[in-house]
């Protein structure tokens, strides 16, 4: 009597169930038969070959990498492996937004671009806890492996940021990155293609301002892209928050839960940054009359997916 049984083997979400004979000579026939030379492998598919050997440092870095050492570059190695998942899902998104009229079809899939990147952030913000159990003393036994390498180069951050619309008067003393990696290509330091796609990316509109254009695209109390609506709305707004703030501040000083002289700055403040928001400098901003028409009404069918 022959034995049959089974084993799983878990590949991505698909479980493939795997069939082996008692007889030797079955089992062999039964695998060269359905075993072809090209049978797509999880190794072969993932080129874990190549991912693998990529983790000794660049050419020529003797001796080989210690445990600490490695650690730290599988860790970094996984930062760039991230952001260019980032990257590819925000140029996704940024693609279906940079239209004139945005199909209602594509906010689903826009989001869910959106979404997947904020998983991923999240993922990568917790990773550092993982390059926490890296000691200080641990890393200074490899820091002048690094020579003057740093995470500022990484153009793969660069691009993200570009893409989110990161503008330079944002950073630090105004740096622009584009400026470093420039001095590198000119050294020999960055490829050409490299450069190429960082031009590329920076000569796009970024997420920002394309999500800026759709949301002042509104139709705001059914008109789209009348400033005169728009500031009606705002203003309109300010005033219910003003009359309700002063019902909120009789409502509290009655019952006892302070005076007016106390509650009074504080519900004047929250209208004040309303105001600031909305109207600074008097003139309504279209795309944030638009993100407040959406969260006011946002039980609207139209207004209440994805």
Same mark, same amino acid.
């Given at each position: 009597?022959?034995?049959?049984?089974?084993?799983?083997?878990?590949?991505?979400?698909?479980?493939?169930?795997?069939?082996?004979?008692?007889?030797?000579?079955?089992?062999?026939?039964?695998?060269?038969?359905?075993?072809?030379?090209?049978?797509?492998?999880?190794?072969?598919?993932?080129? !874990? &070959?190549? $991912? %693998?050997? #990529?983790? +000794?440092?660049?050419?020529?870095?003797?001796?080989? =990498?210690?445990? /600490?050492?490695?650690?730290?570059?599988?860790?970094?190695?996984?930062?760039?492996?991230?952001?260019?998942?980032?990257?590819?899902?925000?140029?996704?998104?940024?693609?279906?937004?940079?239209?004139?009229?945005?199909?209602?079809?594509?906010?689903?899939?826009?989001?869910?671009?959106?979404?997947?990147?904020?998983?991923?952030?999240?993922?990568?913000?917790?990773?550092?806890?993982?390059?926490?159990?890296?000691?200080?003393?641990?890393?200074?036994?490899?820091?002048?492996?690094?020579?003057?390498?740093?995470?500022?180069?990484?153009?793969?951050?660069?691009? !993200? &940021?570009? $893409? %989110?619309? #990161?503008? +330079?008067?944002?950073?630090?003393?105004?740096?622009? =990155?584009?400026? /470093?990696?420039?001095?590198?290509?000119?050294?020999?330091?960055?490829?050409?293609?490299?450069?190429?796609?960082?031009?590329?990316?920076?000569?796009?509109?970024?997420?920002?301002?394309?999500?800026?254009?759709?949301?002042?695209?509104?139709?705001?109390?059914?008109?789209?892209?009348?400033?005169?609506?728009?500031?009606?709305?705002?203003?309109?707004?300010?005033?219910?928050?003003?009359?309700?703030?002063?019902?909120?501040?009789?409502?509290?000083?009655?019952?006892?839960?302070?005076?007016?002289?106390?509650?009074?700055?504080?519900?004047?403040?929250?209208?004040?940054?309303?105001?600031?928001? #909305?109207?600074?400098?008097?003139?309504?901003?279209?795309?944030?009359?638009?993100?407040?028409?959406?969260?006011?009404?946002?039980?609207?069918?139209?207004?209440?997916?994805?």
């Amino acid at each position: 009597m022959r034995i049959l049984y089974f084993e799983q083997f878990f590949f991505s979400d698909e479980v493939i169930l795997a069939v082996k004979v008692s007889s030797p000579a079955l089992s062999a026939s039964i695998m060269s038969s359905e075993t072809p030379p090209s049978r797509m492998t999880y190794g072969n598919y993932l080129q !874990l &070959e190549e $991912l %693998l050997s #990529l983790q +000794s440092g660049p050419e020529g870095h003797e001796p080989s =990498p210690s445990n /600490h050492e490695m650690h730290f570059i599988v860790v970094h190695q996984a930062f760039e492996l991230w952001f260019k998942q980032i990257n590819r899902e925000l140029e996704e998104a940024l693609k279906l937004l940079n239209v004139e009229l945005v199909d209602e079809k594509k906010i689903p899939v826009i989001v869910s671009h959106l979404e997947r990147c904020s998983e991923i952030f999240r993922l990568l913000a917790s990773q550092w806890k993982v390059m926490e159990t890296l000691s200080p003393q641990d890393f200074l036994a490899f820091r002048d492996r690094l020579g003057t390498s740093s995470g500022f180069e990484s153009w793969q951050m660069r691009t !993200l &940021e570009m $893409l %989110l619309g #990161l503008e +330079s008067e944002q950073r630090i003393g105004g740096m622009d =990155p584009m400026v /470093h990696n420039r001095k590198l290509h000119s050294e020999g330091k960055l490829s050409d293609s490299v450069m190429e796609n960082m031009i590329r990316i920076d000569n796009l509109p970024s997420l920002n301002d394309v999500l800026q254009n759709w949301l002042a695209r509104t139709p705001v109390n059914g008109v789209s892209g009348d400033i005169k609506v728009m500031q009606d709305f705002a203003e309109g707004h300010i005033n219910s928050m003003i009359e309700h703030g002063e019902s909120v501040i009789a409502h509290m000083v009655r019952i006892g839960h302070g005076t007016e002289e106390t509650i009074r700055p504080r519900i004047e403040s929250g209208i004040s940054g309303a105001r600031d928001f #909305l109207l600074p400098n008097g003139k309504v901003v279209p795309s944030r009359a638009g993100l407040l028409f959406i969260e006011s009404y946002r039980e609207l069918p139209l207004l209440s997916w994805p």
